[in-house]
């Protein structure tokens, strides 16, 4: 059972998920409704996510609704061991470490798809993938499962186009009160500071490079400018970088920004963004920060050919020195900074994320049997009541349509 580092640390953890629950009023209410109805009875919940406070409230939500839980990290940075250990002890199955090592990180997935799941959380696709090519007996069981982000949708998809793909599974990123707020509000406050808390460094007056303008691009850029810095984007795709132009920000081929950054965020999900030919550009002492999903958009590979290094500077901070002096720092070893060197987005904003993967969990488990295996949106209505819970949450009233009003809106031959 359970692998995980120090289980003496489960008295922080608890204390470390109290406080999120108490920022977290969507989940509560789930956790109230779903632990009368318990709707997850019997069933095994495989989770590959960042364990931290927020996952980890998620968590016992969902066997507060009746599900067993096992769960694994989705990133060997991002596990906070205290928390690994608090919900060890409230009876979760846990295979997590921080700085696991390639083969513990990939031991712990296998623990985890070896539980023979019926329904399963994944960030990033690497549970989903695995239970396709290593379980195949453990397929039929699978009822569904729900992905956190891009990088896994994109996966999903492939497989799905591929006609792989054997359960169905829950586009939670698409859910508009996933990525509207979490993507872009989430990722821009914790990539900011997931800078601030590895380097201690001012961002005002700062050049920052943010590279790819998705949702969670836009938040980085946003947050960057907000705290003084002139930020500067590079994009592939036009709409895109247009729509970074009318935002207010300089746009430019990232041979160009690498010459002028002070700070360089990537967001694209795509893999060898940062090469060698933009280091070499480089001024003395720049950051690079990652916030993509996965450790490939920085080449560290590259950097470590043509650099010395790397040296540790700083907890989360690695120096990599060239021949002439000037020197490279990459933050969280190129991993998601945001959970890297910091806690990962902020509880309100989860609220909203976990809310939807555990209705998604719960959709799936009350359509058993009567979707295909294929990618599904997260039906509206769940979308609106998270909306709606949230602003009940906040305390925000809002106005509703008058009688007329609606007649107005559905007709066509009124003058
Ligand atoms: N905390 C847990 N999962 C997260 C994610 N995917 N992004 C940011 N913070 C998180």
């Keep these: 059972m359970n692998m995980i580092r120090d289980e003496s640390l489960a008295p922080e953890g608890l204390e470390k998920i109290r406080w999120v629950k108490e920022h977290m009023p969507v989940l ?48 060997p940075l991002s596990t906070q061991d ?45 549970l989903v ?24 949708l994109i996966r999903a998809r492939a497989m799905e186009k591929a006609g792989a793909l054997a359960f169905p599974i829950m586009a939670v990123n698409d859910a508009l009160c996933k990525y509207l707020f979490d993507n872009r509000y989430g990722t821009g406050q914790s990539v900011v500071d997931g800078i601030m808390r590895s380097t201690n460094l001012i961002i005002a007056g700062k050049i920052v490079v943010v590279i790819g303008y998705g949702w969670c691009g836009k938040g980085v850029a946003m947050r960057a400018n907000g705290m003084g810095a002139r930020v500067i984007v590079c994009e592939v795709e036009e709409i895109k970088a247009l729509e970074a132009h009318m935002d207010g920000y300089e746009v430019m081929p990232l041979i160009d920004a690498a010459a002028e950054g002070d700070i360089f965020v990537t967001v694209t999900g795509c893999s060898k963004i940062l090469t060698e030919a933009h280091f070499k550009a480089m001024k003395d002492q720049v950051i690079l ?13 590259a950097l470590a050919a043509i650099t010395e290094g790397p040296r540790r500077v700083r907890k989360d901070v690695d120096a990599y020195i060239f021949p002439d002096g000037r020197r490279i720092y990459l933050l969280g070893e190129g991993r998601l900074v945001n959970l890297a060197a910091a806690d990962g987005h902020p509880a309100e904003i989860m609220d909203m994320s976990f809310a939807l993967q555990v209705m998604a969990l719960k959709y799936l488990s009350d359509n058993a049997g009567d979707l295909e295996n294929i990618v599904h949106p997260v039906p509206a209505e769940l979308d609106k009541e998270v909306a709606s819970l949230k602003l009940q949450g906040l305390g925000i009233k809002i106005d509703s349509l008058t009688e007329q009003q609606k007649t107005y809106l559905e007709s066509w031959e009124l003058d």
């Design 289 to 301: 920060a990652n916030a993509g999903h996965f450790d490939i958009e920085i080449d560290k590979e």
């Design 129 to 152: 993938s695995l239970l396709h090519k290593k379980f195949p007996e453990h397929l039929p069981n699978v009822i569904g499962a729900a992905e956190e982000t891009t990088t896994g």
């Design 82 to 126: 205290s928390i690994a250990a608090g919900l060890a002890s409230r009876g979760v199955e846990v295979y997590a470490r921080y700085n696991a090592t390639a083969e513990e990180y990939k031991e712990y997935l296998y623990k985890t798809a070896s539980s023979a799941p019926g329904l399963v959380i994944d960030d990033g696709g690497d």
């Design 28 to 75: 509560k209410n789930l956790e109230s409704t779903l632990g009368k109805s318990k709707p997850l009875r019997g069933i095994n919940v495989a989770i590959c996510l960042h364990l931290e406070a927020k996952t980890a409230y998620m968590a016992l939500v969902l066997k507060e609704a009746g599900a067993g839980v096992v769960i694994t990290g989705s990133n």
